[in-house]
Protein backbone atom coordinates (compact mmCIF):
# COMPACT_ATOMS: atom_id res chain seq x y z
CA UNK A 1 0.00 0.00 0.00
CA UNK A 2 1.43 3.38 -1.13
CA UNK A 3 1.90 5.96 2.14
CA UNK A 4 -0.67 8.39 2.44
CA UNK A 5 0.66 11.99 1.35
CA UNK A 6 1.38 14.63 3.95
CA UNK A 7 -1.66 16.79 2.99
CA UNK A 8 -4.09 14.20 3.75
CA UNK A 9 -2.84 13.83 7.37
CA UNK A 10 -5.94 12.92 9.89
CA UNK A 11 -4.03 14.32 12.58
CA UNK A 12 -5.47 17.52 14.18
CA UNK A 13 -4.06 21.27 13.15
CA UNK A 14 -3.08 22.41 16.95
CA UNK A 15 -3.08 26.02 16.81
CA UNK A 16 -0.51 26.61 20.12
CA UNK A 17 1.90 24.03 20.89
CA UNK A 18 1.38 21.19 18.57
CA UNK A 19 4.11 19.58 17.33
CA UNK A 20 2.71 20.27 13.67
CA UNK A 21 2.73 23.95 14.32
CA UNK A 22 6.64 23.88 14.79
CA UNK A 23 8.16 24.34 11.02
CA UNK A 24 10.94 21.71 11.77
CA UNK A 25 8.74 18.88 12.93
CA UNK A 26 6.58 19.02 9.99
CA UNK A 27 9.60 19.14 7.78
CA UNK A 28 10.75 16.10 9.80
CA UNK A 29 7.60 13.81 9.77
CA UNK A 30 7.47 14.52 5.91
CA UNK A 31 10.90 13.64 5.13
CA UNK A 32 10.39 10.54 7.37
CA UNK A 33 7.28 9.03 5.30
CA UNK A 34 8.06 6.55 2.63
CA UNK A 35 7.65 8.28 0.03
CA UNK A 36 9.88 11.46 1.40
CA UNK A 37 12.73 9.69 2.70
CA UNK A 38 12.98 8.17 -1.44
CA UNK A 39 12.43 11.31 -2.93
CA UNK A 40 15.05 12.66 -0.22
CA UNK A 41 17.21 10.34 -1.37
CA UNK A 42 16.90 11.42 -4.93
CA UNK A 43 17.25 14.76 -4.43
CA UNK A 44 20.63 14.05 -2.17
CA UNK A 45 22.33 11.71 -5.08
CA UNK A 46 21.49 13.89 -7.78
CA UNK A 47 22.75 17.09 -5.91
CA UNK A 48 25.65 14.50 -5.38
CA UNK A 49 26.27 13.95 -8.97
CA UNK A 50 25.66 17.45 -10.46
CA UNK A 51 28.73 18.39 -7.99
CA UNK A 52 30.93 15.81 -9.11
CA UNK A 53 30.19 16.23 -12.66
CA UNK A 54 31.23 19.87 -12.65
CA UNK A 55 34.15 19.37 -10.66
CA UNK A 56 34.98 16.68 -13.26
CA UNK A 57 34.10 18.99 -16.41
CA UNK A 58 36.55 22.25 -14.06
CA UNK A 59 39.39 19.41 -13.69
CA UNK A 60 39.33 18.30 -17.44
CA UNK A 61 39.32 22.07 -18.81
CA UNK A 62 41.99 23.04 -15.81
CA UNK A 63 44.10 19.97 -17.48
CA UNK A 64 43.47 21.19 -21.05
CA UNK A 65 44.77 24.19 -20.72
CA UNK A 66 48.14 23.08 -19.78
CA UNK A 67 50.51 23.04 -22.57
CA UNK A 68 51.41 19.62 -21.70
CA UNK A 69 48.04 18.07 -22.25
CA UNK A 70 48.29 18.81 -25.64
CA UNK A 71 51.39 16.68 -26.26
CA UNK A 72 50.47 13.06 -27.58
CA UNK A 73 52.24 10.16 -25.72
CA UNK A 74 52.82 8.57 -29.30
CA UNK A 75 54.37 11.36 -31.24
CA UNK A 76 56.53 12.71 -27.53
CA UNK A 77 57.85 9.10 -27.08
CA UNK A 78 59.50 9.15 -30.23
CA UNK A 79 61.43 12.12 -29.46
CA UNK A 80 64.81 12.27 -28.86
CA UNK A 81 66.25 15.87 -28.26
CA UNK A 82 70.67 15.98 -28.41
CA UNK A 83 71.81 17.65 -25.11
CA UNK A 84 73.61 20.24 -27.17
CA UNK A 85 69.77 21.63 -28.41
CA UNK A 86 69.64 22.95 -24.82
CA UNK A 87 72.00 25.72 -25.51
CA UNK A 88 70.08 27.41 -28.50
CA UNK A 89 68.36 30.63 -28.05
CA UNK A 90 69.61 32.02 -31.63
CA UNK A 91 66.54 31.51 -34.42
CA UNK A 92 67.87 32.22 -38.12
CA UNK A 93 65.50 31.98 -40.29
CA UNK A 94 66.08 31.61 -44.14
CA UNK A 95 62.28 32.00 -46.17
CA UNK A 96 62.19 29.64 -49.12
CA UNK A 97 61.56 31.70 -52.58
CA UNK A 98 61.87 28.58 -54.60
CA UNK A 99 62.28 24.84 -54.95
CA UNK A 100 65.89 23.74 -55.81
CA UNK A 101 65.61 20.16 -57.97
CA UNK A 102 69.43 19.73 -59.11
CA UNK A 103 71.59 16.81 -57.57
CA UNK A 104 74.60 18.61 -58.31
CA UNK A 105 75.57 22.29 -56.38
CA UNK A 106 77.80 23.16 -59.18
CA UNK A 107 75.23 23.78 -61.33
CA UNK A 108 73.01 25.38 -59.09
CA UNK A 109 72.89 28.58 -61.32
CA UNK A 110 71.28 26.44 -63.78
CA UNK A 111 67.67 27.93 -63.85
CA UNK A 112 66.50 24.00 -65.38
CA UNK A 113 67.72 22.98 -61.62
CA UNK A 114 64.74 25.04 -59.97
CA UNK A 115 60.83 25.12 -59.64
CA UNK A 116 60.13 29.00 -60.36
CA UNK A 117 57.33 31.41 -61.27
CA UNK A 118 57.77 33.17 -64.38
CA UNK A 119 58.95 36.22 -63.08
CA UNK A 120 61.70 34.80 -61.01
CA UNK A 121 63.60 33.57 -64.16
CA UNK A 122 64.59 37.11 -64.36
CA UNK A 123 67.19 39.27 -62.62
CA UNK A 124 69.73 36.77 -61.44
CA UNK A 125 67.53 35.84 -58.60
CA UNK A 126 68.72 32.28 -58.84
CA UNK A 127 72.35 33.78 -57.06
CA UNK A 128 70.29 35.40 -54.15
CA UNK A 129 68.45 32.55 -53.12
CA UNK A 130 72.10 30.84 -52.90
CA UNK A 131 73.49 33.65 -51.12
CA UNK A 132 70.87 33.56 -48.52
CA UNK A 133 71.43 30.37 -47.97
CA UNK A 134 75.08 30.64 -47.45
CA UNK A 135 74.82 33.49 -45.65
CA UNK A 136 72.23 32.03 -42.66
CA UNK A 137 74.97 29.14 -42.38
CA UNK A 138 77.57 31.14 -42.03
CA UNK A 139 76.03 33.15 -39.21
CA UNK A 140 74.67 29.79 -37.52
CA UNK A 141 78.63 28.87 -37.66
CA UNK A 142 79.80 31.86 -35.71
CA UNK A 143 77.32 31.48 -33.25
CA UNK A 144 77.67 27.77 -31.26
CA UNK A 145 73.84 29.11 -29.75
CA UNK A 146 72.43 29.37 -33.30
CA UNK A 147 69.77 26.91 -35.15
CA UNK A 148 69.14 27.89 -38.92
CA UNK A 149 65.66 27.49 -40.03
CA UNK A 150 65.33 26.98 -44.09
CA UNK A 151 61.33 28.14 -44.30
CA UNK A 152 59.00 26.92 -47.02
CA UNK A 153 55.95 24.63 -47.57
CA UNK A 154 55.88 22.26 -50.75
CA UNK A 155 53.59 24.85 -52.49
CA UNK A 156 54.45 23.89 -56.15
CA UNK A 157 52.58 21.26 -58.07
CA UNK A 158 55.05 20.28 -60.12
CA UNK A 159 57.53 19.18 -57.19
CA UNK A 160 57.30 16.66 -54.44
CA UNK A 161 59.09 18.69 -52.01
CA UNK A 162 59.29 21.57 -50.07
CA UNK A 163 61.34 25.10 -50.51
CA UNK A 164 62.77 24.49 -47.50
CA UNK A 165 63.86 20.62 -48.00
CA UNK A 166 65.39 21.98 -51.24
CA UNK A 167 67.32 25.00 -49.72
CA UNK A 168 69.21 22.64 -46.83
CA UNK A 169 69.91 20.45 -49.51
CA UNK A 170 71.60 22.10 -51.70
CA UNK A 171 73.03 23.91 -48.37
CA UNK A 172 74.52 20.46 -47.55
CA UNK A 173 75.64 19.72 -51.18
CA UNK A 174 77.19 22.55 -51.14
CA UNK A 175 79.33 21.93 -48.04
CA UNK A 176 78.10 25.62 -46.60
CA UNK A 177 78.94 24.62 -43.51
CA UNK A 178 82.61 23.57 -43.56
CA UNK A 179 82.58 20.08 -43.93
CA UNK A 180 80.36 19.03 -40.72
CA UNK A 181 78.63 15.88 -40.24
CA UNK A 182 75.56 15.41 -42.46
CA UNK A 183 72.89 16.21 -41.56
CA UNK A 184 74.40 19.17 -39.81
CA UNK A 185 72.78 19.38 -36.52
CA UNK A 186 71.93 23.01 -35.98
CA UNK A 187 69.92 23.19 -39.02
CA UNK A 188 66.26 22.08 -39.60
CA UNK A 189 63.40 22.42 -41.77
CA UNK A 190 60.33 24.26 -41.19
CA UNK A 191 58.03 22.77 -44.34
CA UNK A 192 54.50 24.62 -43.96
CA UNK A 193 54.92 28.26 -44.44
CA UNK A 194 52.81 29.32 -47.24
CA UNK A 195 53.97 33.26 -47.11
CA UNK A 196 56.19 35.52 -45.10
CA UNK A 197 54.13 36.19 -42.06
CA UNK A 198 54.00 32.92 -41.97
CA UNK A 199 57.60 31.90 -42.63
CA UNK A 200 58.65 34.30 -39.24
CA UNK A 201 55.43 32.50 -37.52
CA UNK A 202 55.92 28.74 -38.37
CA UNK A 203 59.71 29.42 -37.40
CA UNK A 204 59.13 30.32 -33.97
CA UNK A 205 57.38 27.18 -33.56
CA UNK A 206 59.36 25.21 -35.44
CA UNK A 207 62.36 26.10 -33.61
CA UNK A 208 60.35 25.09 -30.73
CA UNK A 209 59.49 22.01 -32.02
CA UNK A 210 62.98 21.24 -32.43
CA UNK A 211 64.53 22.32 -29.20
CA UNK A 212 62.24 21.80 -26.98
CA UNK A 213 62.22 26.02 -26.15
CA UNK A 214 61.34 29.10 -27.47
CA UNK A 215 64.10 31.39 -29.00
CA UNK A 216 65.75 34.27 -27.13
CA UNK A 217 66.31 36.66 -30.26
CA UNK A 218 65.63 35.94 -34.21
CA UNK A 219 67.79 36.72 -37.36
CA UNK A 220 65.76 37.23 -40.68
CA UNK A 221 67.90 36.42 -43.86
CA UNK A 222 65.86 37.52 -47.17
CA UNK A 223 65.13 40.56 -49.75
CA UNK A 224 66.66 43.92 -48.26
CA UNK A 225 63.22 44.15 -50.59
CA UNK A 226 61.23 42.47 -47.58
CA UNK A 227 62.74 44.56 -44.28
CA UNK A 228 60.39 46.62 -43.58
CA UNK A 229 57.62 44.15 -44.18
CA UNK A 230 59.40 41.80 -41.72
CA UNK A 231 60.68 43.89 -38.90
CA UNK A 232 57.26 46.51 -39.06
CA UNK A 233 54.64 44.50 -39.96
CA UNK A 234 55.78 40.26 -39.12
CA UNK A 235 57.74 41.10 -36.09
CA UNK A 236 55.15 43.79 -34.79
CA UNK A 237 52.03 40.66 -35.32
CA UNK A 238 53.48 38.68 -33.48
CA UNK A 239 54.34 41.02 -31.09
CA UNK A 240 58.00 40.15 -30.90
CA UNK A 241 60.70 42.43 -29.03
CA UNK A 242 62.04 44.87 -31.50
CA UNK A 243 66.06 44.88 -29.82
CA UNK A 244 65.85 41.01 -30.21
CA UNK A 245 65.29 41.10 -34.27
CA UNK A 246 67.66 41.57 -36.69
CA UNK A 247 67.19 41.30 -40.43
CA UNK A 248 70.07 40.58 -42.64
CA UNK A 249 68.82 42.06 -46.56
CA UNK A 250 70.23 40.66 -49.99
CA UNK A 251 69.12 41.50 -52.87
CA UNK A 252 69.81 40.97 -56.40
CA UNK A 253 73.21 42.33 -58.06
CA UNK A 254 71.54 44.15 -61.02
CA UNK A 255 70.02 47.46 -60.23
CA UNK A 256 67.45 47.01 -62.90
CA UNK A 257 66.28 43.63 -61.35
CA UNK A 258 66.80 45.55 -58.03
CA UNK A 259 64.01 47.71 -58.91
CA UNK A 260 61.35 46.16 -60.37
CA UNK A 261 61.46 43.95 -57.54
CA UNK A 262 61.24 46.13 -55.04
CA UNK A 263 58.16 47.34 -57.05
CA UNK A 264 56.57 44.01 -56.89
CA UNK A 265 56.99 43.67 -53.07
CA UNK A 266 55.90 46.75 -52.31
CA UNK A 267 52.62 46.43 -54.05
CA UNK A 268 52.27 42.39 -53.89
CA UNK A 269 53.76 42.23 -50.36
CA UNK A 270 54.08 45.52 -48.17
CA UNK A 271 50.52 46.86 -48.91
CA UNK A 272 48.70 43.67 -48.55
CA UNK A 273 49.82 43.11 -45.16
CA UNK A 274 49.89 46.47 -44.12
CA UNK A 275 46.05 46.33 -44.42
CA UNK A 276 45.32 42.53 -43.38
CA UNK A 277 48.16 41.86 -40.73
CA UNK A 278 47.34 38.51 -40.25
CA UNK A 279 47.26 37.46 -43.95
CA UNK A 280 43.79 35.81 -43.12
CA UNK A 281 41.79 37.63 -45.44
CA UNK A 282 40.84 37.92 -49.16
CA UNK A 283 43.74 38.66 -51.25
CA UNK A 284 46.30 37.11 -49.08
CA UNK A 285 44.48 34.26 -48.09
CA UNK A 286 43.95 33.25 -51.40
CA UNK A 287 47.33 33.39 -51.81
CA UNK A 288 48.11 30.79 -49.50
CA UNK A 289 45.06 28.89 -50.72
CA UNK A 290 46.84 28.71 -53.95
CA UNK A 291 50.36 27.88 -52.60
CA UNK A 292 48.97 24.65 -50.54
CA UNK A 293 47.83 22.56 -53.32
CA UNK A 294 48.35 19.22 -51.50
CA UNK A 295 46.79 20.43 -48.35
CA UNK A 296 49.07 20.18 -46.18
CA UNK A 297 48.20 20.72 -42.33
CA UNK A 298 51.01 22.00 -39.96
CA UNK A 299 51.69 20.39 -36.69
CA UNK A 300 52.64 23.41 -34.12
CA UNK A 301 49.10 23.27 -33.13
CA UNK A 302 50.57 20.45 -31.29
CA UNK A 303 53.90 21.02 -30.52
CA UNK A 304 53.88 24.69 -29.94
CA UNK A 305 50.21 25.00 -28.19
CA UNK A 306 51.38 28.06 -26.09
CA UNK A 307 50.89 29.62 -29.60
CA UNK A 308 47.48 27.88 -30.30
CA UNK A 309 45.32 31.40 -29.76
CA UNK A 310 47.62 33.54 -32.35
CA UNK A 311 47.83 30.47 -35.20
CA UNK A 312 43.94 30.98 -34.91
CA UNK A 313 43.73 34.50 -34.91
CA UNK A 314 42.01 36.52 -37.50
CA UNK A 315 40.60 39.91 -36.17
CA UNK A 316 37.37 41.50 -38.31
CA UNK A 317 39.53 44.43 -37.69
CA UNK A 318 42.62 42.96 -39.84
CA UNK A 319 44.83 45.43 -38.38
CA UNK A 320 43.90 44.48 -34.70
CA UNK A 321 47.43 43.03 -32.85
CA UNK A 322 47.10 40.31 -31.22
CA UNK A 323 46.52 41.15 -27.55
CA UNK A 324 46.92 37.09 -26.15
CA UNK A 325 49.35 35.51 -24.04
CA UNK A 326 52.92 34.98 -25.93
CA UNK A 327 55.78 32.63 -23.88
CA UNK A 328 58.17 36.06 -25.23
CA UNK A 329 56.06 38.55 -23.40
Not at 164 to 183: I, K
Not at 243 to 249: L, N, P, W
Not at 288 to 305: A, E, G, I, M, V
Not at 312 to 328: A, D, I, M, N, R
Request: net charge positive; aromatic share 12%.
Amino acid sequence: MLPTPVSFSRRPFRRNGGSLNKPRRRIFDSLLTRARVTNLAVLLLATFSAISFLVNISLYFSASSSPDSFFPHSIISTIVRHRALANLNHLVIVPGHAIWKGADSTSRLDMDDWVLEPYQREGNRIETFYRHIARGAEITLKDDHALVVFSGGQTRTSSTTTEAESYLRLALNSNVFGGSSHPYPRATTENYALDSFQNLLFSIARFHEYSGHYPDQITVVGYEMKRACFTDLHRIAVRWPKEKFHYIGIDPKAEDASALARQGEQQNGYLPYSKDLYGCHSELLEKRKSRNPFSRFHSYLTSSPELRELFEYCPSQSTTVFHGKLPWD
